[in-house]
C-alpha cells in the first residue's frame, strides 16, 4: 500500500533536547511538507521542500529544521530554540509540477509533548 | 496575506439533519480551494476541492461551490451521520508551491 508514514506516533521529550520526528512516503511524490497544528487552530506551514536537496522556509520556521537526502523522506527536527514545541505535526506530500492543485496528502501525525 | 476563516464550533447536529459549515477566504485572484476531514487521532484527508470559479466539489454526500463573488466555499450536506463526527478544515493553495492555508477547523458533533 502507497502512502506517508510518520513515527513515532507519540514523542516525549524534556525542555532542552532536540528531537527528531520521522516522515517517510512511498507515493513518489517529489514535493513535501511539514505543518504543525495547536487545538483550536488550523495547520501552519513549518517547511517544505519539492525537490532532493531543497528546501524552504514556511510561516513558523524558527527553531526547526530539515533535510531532503532522498526523495521518500523529509525529516524534521525540532530544537531547543523552539520555546513552545508541544503540538500535533503532520507531514504531507504531493506530486510536483506544473498543477499546484494537485491532492496533499497527508501522514497519521506525531503528537509532541514536552514535560 | 491569504486567509481563510471558518465558522467557530463545535457543531452539535442529531443525525440526519442538514449541515452548513461556513468559509470565506482572502486572496490575491481566484485560488483553489479545499476542505479537509480529520477523526480524533488521525491525520487529515481530502474531502474534496474546486479549482475554479463556481465549480462545486463532491464526495460522500459532501458538497461545496466556489462562489468569487462572496469568496466562500461553504460545505454542506443534506443528512449527517453519527460517523462524518470530525473536525472539518477549509484551506486554500497560496502561490505555486503547494502551500495551503488552513482555517481554524470546525468541529462537528453528530448524535444519535
Known amino acids: 500500500d502507497g502512502g506517508i508514514t510518520q513515527s513515532p506516533k507519540y514523542l516525549f521529550r524534556k525542555e532542552g533536547q532536540n528531537v527528531t520526528l520521522s516522515c517517510e512516503q512511498n507515493?513518489?511524490?517529489?514535493?513535501m511538507y511539514w505543518y504543525r497544528q495547536d487545538p483550536g487552530q488550523g495547520l501552519r506551514l513549518i517547511y517544505y521542500?519539492?525537490?532532493?536537496?531543497?528546501?524552504q522556509k514556511g510561516d513558523i520556521a524558527e527553531g526547526y529544521s530539515v533535510s531532503r537526502e532522498k526523495k521518500e523522506s523529509f525529516p524534521l527536527t525540532v530544537t531547543s530554540a523552539q520555546k513552545n514545541p508541544t503540538a500535533f505535526y503532520l507531514c504531507?506530500?504531493?506530486?510536483?509540477?506544473?498543477?499546484?492543485?494537485?491532492?496533499?496528502?497527508f501522514g497519521p501525525g506525531t503528537r509532541l509533548t514536552v514535560l | 496575506g491569504d486567509s481563510v476563516t471558518q465558522m467557530e464550533g463545535p457543531v452539535t447536529l442529531s443525525e440526519e439533519a442538514f449541515l452548513t459549515i461556513n468559509c470565506t477566504y482572502t486572496?490575491?485572484?481566484?485560488?483553489?480551494l479545499f476542505w479537509y476531514v480529520q477523526y480524533p487521532g488521525e491525520g487529515l484527508q481530502l474531502l474534496l476541492k474546486?479549482?475554479?470559479?463556481?465549480d462545486k466539489g463532491s464526495n460522500k454526500g459532501f458538497e461545496a461551490t466556489y462562489r468569487k463573488e462572496t469568496t466562500s466555499f461553504h460545505l454542506e450536506k443534506g443528512s449527517v451521520q453519527v460517523s462524518d463526527s470530525a473536525v472539518y478544515f477549509c484551506?486554500?493553495?497560496?502561490?505555486?508551491?503547494?502551500?495551503?492555508?488552513f482555517g481554524q477547523g470546525t468541529t462537528l458533533q453528530v448524535k444519535p
Open positions: 504531507a506530500s504531493r506530486i510536483a509540477g506544473a498543477n499546484p492543485t494537485d491532492t496533499q496528502y
Open positions: 507515493l513518489n511524490h517529489d514535493a
Open positions: 521542500s519539492q525537490i532532493v536537496n531543497d528546501f
Open positions: 486572496a490575491t485572484g481566484y485560488p483553489s
Open positions: 474546486a479549482t475554479k470559479a463556481d
Open positions: 484551506a486554500l493553495l497560496s502561490g505555486n508551491t503547494g502551500k495551503l492555508i
